[in-house]
């Protein structure tokens, strides 16, 4: 028996690579995040045929860990919905593949639940190599960044998709805040104080990197300009604040006072988005008969009072003299002016909405008084200035706005994230009104959105015809509305039925993918589908059993010392 102990320690370090694979395969490498879970299923086999040891291991006593964890049998049923889905469904190239891109929800939940819960030195470890890998990852988003190296700036993204790294560092924010705020009540409770005498450089050092990388997320968010990163690192930080209060005071004043801070700072946040919003949708008011007839040169201004798109609540229709701006803009670009700029948008619109932003005249007046740097910015497809003087949540939101009024006003969702969405929306509930009950089927999904764009009318041209972006609404679609009602059931479970569940990461966690999969279809990539799949399994079932919900008098090792 004693000659197993080293078999036992060499699995568990083998155990642990695996998870660290993920941690860093999330973010940095999709080759990475798949090879992970082989391993992972690779360690459990050899695990699970060697003898146990101490009551360690043996496959009786892993399946029965697994089938005894009702959170870990209800995501495992949730994949298995989706093989039972191949009974109904006639595109079997399609439901493999989309079968293959959720297995980690098959087998992150079955190798975590049935392996030994990890000791609070190795789950901080991971913790420690995922807030790192996260943190690289924005270093190459960062270099693209500044060299400019995209056509859109979500591209600087450089693995996976925009909208999946800010998932990631948004929970990473909550990550780095956790250690922030559980070692601060460890001293607390050890009776010292946060001063350099006491705990010495070291802890200064460590801080200051704990809050350096905080705040580097938030940049980061910043410069990737995805709203719905936005509007999720906003609710988490609101339930971050009302959670940590709540754990410090607990007289019924406090929380009220908590409560009513954390509701003033909604309402503040929504009181200037309004007040942001406004003025764009707002047309300024235009006397049509009054508007001049000519250019300084002569030339006949055409005033588009029909078709007539708005730019920062300006029409940009209007004082427009086409043969002018022919004729100016090969003075100030080799680009040609029926051509396409760098990201492939017509650079006579382009350059249409950015005179319009700078409140210049589309004439050869307009064009002569650009800098040299719109001019450059034109050409790279900049088509709003105050947008490129004013980057981050004030482009996004400007840039949604003008994609929202084109949809509103022309009934074209082409081209703008917003209005394609609404358009996806759309096309879900009619094929959802077609098959209520259980849905298209697991690979029958393309095809139904296919057709249903038909049927509909959808003026969405051939290339921007994509499905949901809605997780809810691509499992309603695929499964019906019983299979939605179940997918919604296996997400609110864990939290439901446990107060052991009931710890920070794990309710940051839960809000930053109940939040994500309302714009985005967050399990049908392998990111998305991995990164819920690994951090669900890891903060239910492989977490210190000694965790409880809300102790902040554990003293977990920091992970940055």
Not at 43 to 60: E, H, M, N, S, Y
Request: hydrophobic share 45%; with cysteine; net charge positive.
């Amino acid at each position: 028996m004693t000659t197993q102990a080293p078999i036992r320690s060499y699995l568990n370090q083998a155990y642990l690579l695996g998870l660290l694979m993920v941690a860093v395969g999330l973010t940095l490498s999709p080759f990475l995040m798949g090879m992970s879970q082989f391993w992972l299923v690779l360690v459990w086999l050899v695990d699970a045929l060697t003898p146990p040891f101490k009551g360690v291991g043996g496959i009786k006593t892993k399946l029965s860990r697994f089938f005894h964890n009702k959170a870990a049998v209800l995501l495992v049923a949730f994949y298995l919905m989706h093989v039972l889905g191949l009974l109904w469904t006639s595109d079997f190239q399609y439901a493999m593949k989309d079968l293959r891109v959720k297995l980690p929800i098959l087998v992150m939940p079955f190798v975590l639940s049935s392996m030994e819960p990890l000791d609070r030195k190795r789950f901080d470890l991971v913790m420690l190599v995922y807030v790192l890998s996260v943190f690289i990852a924005t270093q190459f988003s960062f270099f693209r960044y500044i060299r400019h190296d995209y056509e859109d700036v979500r591209e600087i993204s450089r693995f996976i998709s925009h909208i999946r790294f800010c998932l990631n560092i948004v929970f990473s924010m909550a990550v780095v805040g956790y250690y922030i705020f559980k070692s601060s009540a460890n001293r607390k409770k050890q009776g010292h104080e946060p001063s350099v005498p006491a705990f010495g450089m070291k802890v200064v050092i460590d801080r200051f990197l704990q809050w350096f990388l905080l705040l580097w997320f938030a940049y980061a968010i910043f410069i990737i300009e995805s709203l719905s990163g936005y509007v999720i690192l906003m609710v988490v930080a609101v339930v971050s604040a009302v959670y940590a209060f709540l754990q410090w005071k607990k007289s019924k004043a406090w929380h009220i006072g908590v409560g009513a801070a954390a509701l003033s700072a909604v309402v503040i946040g929504v009181v200037v988005i309004v007040h942001f919003v406004k003025p764009k949708l707002k047309v300024e008011p235009v006397d049509f008969a009054a508007l001049e007839k000519t250019t300084i040169q002569g030339n006949p201004y055409w005033h588009d009072t029909v078709y007539n798109p708005v730019e920062d609540g300006k029409f940009v229709g209007l004082y427009y003299c086409k043969k002018e701006l022919q004729e100016a803009w090969p003075q100030r670009s080799s680009m040609p002016f029926d051509g396409l700029t760098t990201n492939d948008e017509s650079l006579e619109a382009t350059l249409a909405r950015y005179l319009t932003s700078k409140d210049l005249r589309k004439d050869a007046q307009g064009v002569m008084a650009l800098t040299d740097e719109d001019i450059h910015n034109i050409e790279q497809g900049v088509a709003n200035y105050n947008n490129w003087k004013h980057p981050g949540l004030h482009a996004r939101l400007s840039s949604t706005l003008f994609e929202y009024n084109l949809y509103r006003r022309f009934n074209n969702p082409n081209g703008g994230s917003l209005s394609q969405r609404l358009e996806y929306t759309r096309a879900s509930f009619h094929i959802i009104g077609q098959h209520p009950w259980f849905g298209v089927g697991t690979g029958d999904v393309p095809q139904a959105f296919a057709q249903t764009y038909d049927e509909i009318h959808s003026p969405l041209k051939e290339e921007f015809r994509f499905r949901a972006h809605n997780q809810y609404l691509a499992i309603a679609v695929a499964f019906g509305l019983v299979g939605l009602a179940f997918f919604i059931f296996v997400l609110l479970y864990p939290w439901l039925a446990s107060k052991r569940n009931h710890t920070y990461l794990y309710m940051v966690f839960l809000c930053v993918m109940l939040l994500s999969m309302f714009p985005e279809d967050t399990l049908e990539t392998q990111a998305g589908a991995t990164l819920f799949a690994f951090f669900v399994s890891l903060l239910l079932f492989a977490r210190p059993q000694a965790q409880g919900p809300c102790n902040a008098s554990q003293s977990p090792t920091s992970y940055l010392k």
